[in-house]
């Protein structure tokens, strides 16, 4: 990657990342990490570990309970630090969701350290095959106050996965940390050469960091993606292949599911699982994002979406086993040769 770093450094570097993300259902786990050596002179690594457990409380209402650690060390021996523990709350509306939550914590840098606080409170959906989100996010910290506003997007087309954001500050700046700009983006295109290889062009500007000292700047990379699994999370092909039904052990422990409309633009799903402990469902009006069921307490499940007319793909999965085809549905197979089920509303 090319790197010019608070308008002092201009250099390039060659870097390696990881990325691993643990789904137990109700607990979610990411690590990540990145190690780069400057051509210039000089190595620099960083890593991150969060989590986060999920706790249905109404209706639509799911309370997230999360924690995070990271850090960085730099060859100048210069090392950085961040603990923090937040709390956030998840309202669903149709395939989106909005969220407010706070966290406490306290960050360390160079030879000081100060306590901080973070609220955070924004929306998720999707939008004409659009995933966007839109988050304002207040800090205070020991020796400053400030709210970041961020807007993002992201859109896949056949083999080319797009993504694009854009934010602004408001309130203290500390100058002492490099650079006057309060707003910044970035733009990420992914194409994908085969499943499980694909090529990324980054570039953008981020902001200042005072929470860890880092100054803001420009980045530009290219790099090259390698994945396990599924290459990302989006809607499987269309293309209807019969499969052969899954295991007798998954589907009998659901017996029954359907849909009804309950608005010109809401559909209830229900699905009756007597001796499951917790229920989602997964499709492409989801963004193949988890979407939990709320039980009604003599097994059956239900979730109201917004959802209009037409042919969707989705699973289930019970007590966070691997994904089902529900009964009813037909069964078809994605680019990947799993099998989803076809949900016809009409």
Do not use: C
Request: charged residues 15%; aromatic residues 8%; proline residues 4%.
């Amino acid at each position: 990657m090319a790197l010019r770093y608070a308008d002092t450094v201009n250099t390039g570097a060659a870097a390696i990342s990881g990325n691993a993300l643990l789904d137990f259902g109700r607990t979610v786990t990411v690590a990540s990490g990145t190690f780069s050596q400057f051509f210039t002179g000089g190595s620099s690594a960083q890593g991150a570990l969060s989590a986060s457990y999920f706790m249905p409380t109404g209706r639509r209402v799911e309370t997230e309970i999360g924690a995070f650690a990271g850090g960085s060390a730099h060859q100048d021996g210069t090392q950085t630090g961040q603990v923090l523990g937040n709390v956030r709350l998840h309202y669903r509306v149709g395939a989106g969701e909005l969220f407010g939550g706070a966290g406490f914590g306290r960050s360390t840098f160079g030879n000081g350290a100060q306590n901080m606080v973070i609220g955070e409170v924004g929306a998720s959906g999707r939008v004409h095959n659009v995933d966007a989100g839109f988050v304002v996010s207040p800090v205070a910290l020991d020796s400053a106050k400030y709210a970041d506003t961020q807007l993002s997007a992201s859109w896949t087309f056949n083999d080319l996965d797009l993504s694009a954001l854009a934010g602004f500050r408001l309130g203290d700046q500390l100058e002492a940390l490099g650079g006057t700009a309060r707003g910044w983006g970035s733009l990420t295109i992914v194409a994908w050469i085969k499943p499980a290889i694909a090529g990324v062009l980054s570039a953008g500007t981020y902001p200042i960091d005072p929470t860890q000292g880092f100054p803001g700047g420009r980045f530009a990379s290219a790099s090259v993606r390698f994945t396990r699994g599924h290459r990302r999370q989006s809607a499987p092909a269309t293309t209807v292949i019969q499969v052969p039904p899954p295991a007798v052990e998954d589907s009998a422990a659901v017996e029954s599911f359907v849909w009804k409309r309950v608005s010109a633009q809401e559909v209830t799903l229900s699905a009756i699982i007597p001796n499951a402990q917790s229920v989602e469902v997964s499709g492409d009006f989801t963004g193949w994002a988890p979407m939990k069921l709320t039980s009604a307490g003599d097994g059956t499940w239900r979730v109201t979406l917004r959802l209009g007319p037409g042919r969707y793909q989705m699973n289930l999965r019970l007590d966070g086993a691997r994904w089902i085809v529900p009964p009813g549905l037909l069964l078809i197979t994605d680019e990947f040769g799993g099998a989803v089920g076809l949900l016809i509303i009409e």
